[in-house]
């Protein structure tokens, strides 16, 4: 599985972005996705997580209300949509790939390039 994330970019406080990822290959809809993020000088940190049939989810205490994780198995994409966006949610954001929800904290086979998230205040 390959991942592409993009809708990253600059907004003030308050605001929201959409983060988008495409995945490649047919076994797609048999992982579950999640997002996680890192800011400078810190250790990459979880954000949500989606079961494979979109079933199940869970977040972070840290964005529980404001984000929420979706996908469309039909089309190969995972989304994060983002709302009420503080400073500290300032990171790049990487979408991953793992077997199952409840390892994908700890556990993630693909990887995609991060974007980049930047919150003015």
């Known amino acids: 599985v390959q991942l592409q994330a993009s809708g990253g970019g600059l907004v003030q406080a308050g605001g929201s972005l959409r983060l988008s990822c495409a995945a490649s290959g047919r076994t797609f809809s048999s992982y579950a996705m999640g997002w996680f993020r890192q800011a400078p000088g810190k250790e990459r940190e979880f954000v949500a997580a989606?079961?494979?049939?979109?079933?199940?989810?869970y977040y972070s205490d840290s964005v529980k209300g404001r984000f929420t994780i979706s996908r469309d198995n039909a089309k190969n994409t995972v989304h994060l949509q983002m709302n009420s966006l503080k400073s500290e949610d300032t990171a790049v954001y990487y979408c991953?790939?793992?077997?199952?929800?409840?390892?994908?904290?700890?556990?993630?086979?693909?990887w995609g390039q991060g974007t980049q998230v930047t919150v003015s205040s």
């Open positions: 991953a790939a793992a077997l199952s929800i409840s390892v994908v904290r700890t556990r993630v086979d693909y």
């Open positions: 989606i079961a494979w049939s979109g079933g199940l989810t």
